[in-house]
């Protein structure tokens, strides 16, 4: 089974308006952390926003939010006001067991959003 | 500061040759690890190493692939007999402790004809 499911290969939203990218997870150990990455056309991957499991509240950095559903395992990322430099590819990712667990980080297939003027 | 720096950005290669792609993590970071992304595919860890621990080395797809990290910092990750399936993107990223956030480098995309 995989790990980090992204529903939505691709998606489209208008400037300005919000957006929100879906991911799910699989995981049985009670520690983890979710990470969501952009990566645009030129190829850097670029951290965006992180929820710990333990976390109480959803994690927001600027105009990122998590959607953190614990109990149905989602982690969906919002962008509010969609900008054209939004488009770009977006990734979910795990990282398992926290407590001295493996640094690997599990990745989505990716979504690729794109803001149309 | 600077970024985490990769070289070659690009490498083609004939199957059967030898590469090395090489990785400058982030000055003063101890972890660092490398991904593949293949096409149209999510990432794939292949290997991380953090300060003078043995390496995590669980993610390599078969021995023809190899990584050392000298002295701490500058990392090269070495494919052997390359085939044309090694194909991809590898990224190389870095963080300041195990279970910071990593800051990922530019890649080397690799063809192997």
């Known amino acids: 089974a995989q790990k980090i499911t992204q529903t939505q290969p691709g998606m489209f939203v208008q400037e300005k308006e919000a957006v929100t990218l879906d991911c799910t997870y699989d995981?049985?150990?009670?520690?983890?952390?979710l990470f969501w990455y952009k990566q645009p056309s030129s190829g850097e991957m670029i951290f965006l926003i992180y929820?710990?499991?333990?976390?109480?509240q959803n994690a927001t950095e600027g105009r990122y939010s998590l959607n953190f559903q614990k109990a149905r395992k989602s982690a969906n990322l919002v962008i509010s006001a969609s900008q054209l430099g939004d488009s770009a590819m977006y990734f979910c990712?795990?990282?398992?067991?926290?407590?001295?667990?493996?640094?690997?980080?599990?990745f989505g297939k990716g979504t690729k959003l794109t803001v149309n003027p | 500061g600077a970024g985490v720096s990769q070289s070659p950005s690009n490498k083609v290669t004939e199957k059967g040759k030898d590469v090395e792609l090489r990785c400058d993590p982030i000055?003063?970071?101890?972890?660092l690890y490398w991904y593949r992304q293949s096409l149209g595919q999510g990432l794939e860890f292949l290997i991380y190493?953090?300060?003078?621990?043995?390496?995590?080395k669980s993610g390599l797809p078969s021995d023809r692939f190899s990584a050392e990290r000298t002295g701490g910092s500058v990392s090269t990750l070495t494919i052997q007999r390359t085939q044309q399936e090694d194909s991809a993107v590898y990224l190389c990223a870095s963080s300041s402790r195990q279970g910071a956030n990593r800051y990922f480098g530019p890649g080397t995309r690799l063809t192997v004809l």
């Open positions: 000055s003063g970071h101890t972890a």
């Open positions: 190493f953090q300060g003078n621990s043995a390496p995590d």
């Open positions: 929820q710990g499991s333990y976390d109480q």
């Open positions: 995981t049985s150990d009670p520690s983890y952390g």
């Open positions: 990712a795990m990282r398992e067991g926290l407590q001295g667990g493996s640094e690997k980080l599990v």
